[in-house]
T-cell receptor, first 116, second 112 residues
Framework: EAQVTQNPRYLITVTGKKLTVTCSQN?????MSWYRQDPGLGLRQIYY???????DKGDVPEGYKVSRKEKRNFPLILESPSPNQTSLYFC???????????????FGPGTRLTVL | AQSVAQPEDQVNVAEGNPLTVKCTYS??????LFWYVQYPNRGLQFLLK??????LVKGSYGFEAEFNKSQTSFHLKKPSALVSDSALYFC??????????FGTGTRLAVRP
């Protein structure tokens, strides 16, 4: 089954304790992206990757890191989480622009993060 | 700045009645517009998109959307609402074909 998986689905942590949220897709997609969803703000892009070893900042990158060493994986790293990073996080993937339907991104189920 | 706006936080409709979820855009050039739906405890799912061509776009689950250039709108519609349509709906646009910029979302509640 074609899917995007995220782990963990739920995480409660404390300020300053490094954490990683994993994202994996099995559709051989070049493009992957991380979003955070906050009430009243919709989804905002954190980072995205056009392909292996190619990453770039989205609209709200502060406090986050990403890496893309393999095509299927795109982990999100919070090196020193703070309470304002409490949010619902989504990973998404799609074919590269020009290679597939424009804008049709496939989303993971979400990771609900609470930073105390 | 380019954006999409969803003026209603919530839309309430009775089952069997037509529904409309509104979206207006402020995007230069030819916008690529989308609707996504989020069911409880699930990720977003693609519903439909407008790239070029017919102003009426048909999508999944019986939904359709009308692109109106003069009113800069892209409202989502369905002729007959189902209770199972209750969800959070997001309008989005893409300028470059990769990044999606989302509206703030509209919660649709369909009562039996």
């Amino acid at each position: 089954e074609a899917q995007v998986t995220q782990n963990p689905r739920y995480l409660i942590t404390v300020t300053g304790k490094k954490l990683t949220v994993t994202c994996s897709q099995n559709m051989n997609h070049e493009y992957m992206s991380w979003y955070r969803q906050d009430p009243g703000l919709g989804l905002r892009q954190i980072y995205y990757s056009m392909n292996v070893e190619v990453t770039d900042k989205g609209d709200v990158p502060e406090g986050y890191k990403v890496s893309r060493k393999e095509k299927r994986n795109f982990p999100l790293i919070l090196e020193s989480p703070s309470p304002n990073q409490t949010s619902l996080y989504f990973c998404a993937s799609s074919l590269a622009p020009g290679r597939g339907p424009r804008g049709e991104q496939f989303f993971g189920p979400g990771t609900r993060l609470t930073v105390l | 700045a380019q954006s999409v706006a969803q003026p209603e936080d919530q839309v309430n409709v009775a089952e069997g009645n037509p529904l409309t979820v509104k979206c207006t855009y402020s995007v230069s050039g030819n916008p690529y517009l989308f609707w996504y739906v989020q069911y409880p405890n699930r990720g977003l799912q693609f519903l439909l998109k407008y790239i070029t061509g017919d102003n009426l776009v048909k999508g999944s689950y019986g939904f359709e959307a009308e692109f109106n250039k003069s009113q800069t709108s892209f409202h989502l519609k369905k002729p007959s609402a189902l209770v199972s349509d209750s969800a959070l709906y997001f309008c989005a646009f893409s300028s470059s074909g990769d990044k999606l910029t989302f509206g703030t979302g509209t919660r649709l509640a369909v009562r039996p």
